[in-house]
T-cell receptor, first 109, second 115 residues
Framework: QKEVEQNSGPLSVPEGAIASLNCTYS??????FFWYRQYSGKSPELIMS????GDKEDGRFTAQLNKASQYVSLLIRDSQPSDSATYLC?????????FGTGTSLTVIP | EAGVAQSPRYKIIEKRQSVAFWCNPI?????LYWYQQILGQGPKLLIQ????????DSQLPKDRFSAERLKGVDSTLKIQPAKLEDSAVYLC?????????????FGPGTRLTVT
């Protein structure tokens, strides 16, 4: 059973703070890892991909991967109200994508 | 570059009726996916195509769902007959290929309501 686990939240942070979203996965053979943002009533939008251990930064977003701990996280710096959405973690294992249930983030002005 | 296109965006049908959804992937993307997303859950894979061949349809309820990608480009997903529990958003996504490094992009989805 290939599982991707996320804390469903909701997670609330004040505007300007750092939001930290976490994801664990069960299959050590997983190759690549993705974070999607999904606004209510919209489809998932890819915001970050990460393939090797360590950090990857893109603007206000930083993805962190630790394959030994089977853990991937997303940090959002200087959180804005427009960041309020559900964040989905996706893991590619055996050339197939597996999704978590998502973490709901609310940024409070 | 145009994204993944889907139609219709919304559909309301009665149970036991049939419905079809259409998807056109990003140009050049060989791999196409259909997902079902129920409110509050992550997308669940229904079927994956590589060109016009099926890679994985293990979670497709084959007694009522069917899908095809005859020319290796656009695809159609059909439900016949629909049940109340089929109410969900049906998402189409595509990648360049099947290798795990490829990023997956989603279309806008079709919201299906079965009454």
């Amino acid at each position: 059973q290939k599982e991707v686990e996320q804390n469903s939240g909701p997670l609330s942070v004040p505007e300007g703070a750092i939001a930290s979203l976490n994801c664990t996965y069960s299959d050590r053979g997983s190759q690549s890892f993705f974070w999607y943002r999904q606004y209510s009533g919209k489809s998932p939008e890819l915001i970050m991909s990460i393939y090797s251990n360590g950090d990857k930064e893109d603007g206000r977003f930083t993805a962190q991967l630790n394959k030994a701990s089977q853990y991937v996280s997303l940090l959002i710096r200087d959180s804005q109200p427009s960041d309020s959405a559900t964040y989905l973690c996706a893991v590619n294992t055996g050339n197939q994508f597996y999704f978590g249930t998502g973490t709901s983030l609310t940024v409070i002005p | 570059e145009a994204g993944v296109a889907q139609s219709p965006r919304y559909k309301i049908i009665e149970k036991r009726q049939s419905v079809a959804f259409w998807c056109n992937p990003i140009s050049g993307h060989a791999t196409l996916y259909w997902y079902q997303q129920i409110l509050g859950q992550g997308p669940k894979l229904l079927i994956q195509f590589q060109n016009n061949g099926v890679v994985d349809d293990s979670q497709l309820p084959k007694d009522r769902f069917s899908a095809e990608r005859l020319k290796g480009v656009d695809s159609t997903l059909k439900i016949q007959p629909a049940k109340l529990e089929d109410s969900a958003v049906y998402l189409c996504a595509s990648t360049l290929g099947t290798r795990g490094i490829y990023e997956q992009y989603f279309g806008p989805g079709t919201r299906l309501t079965v009454t």
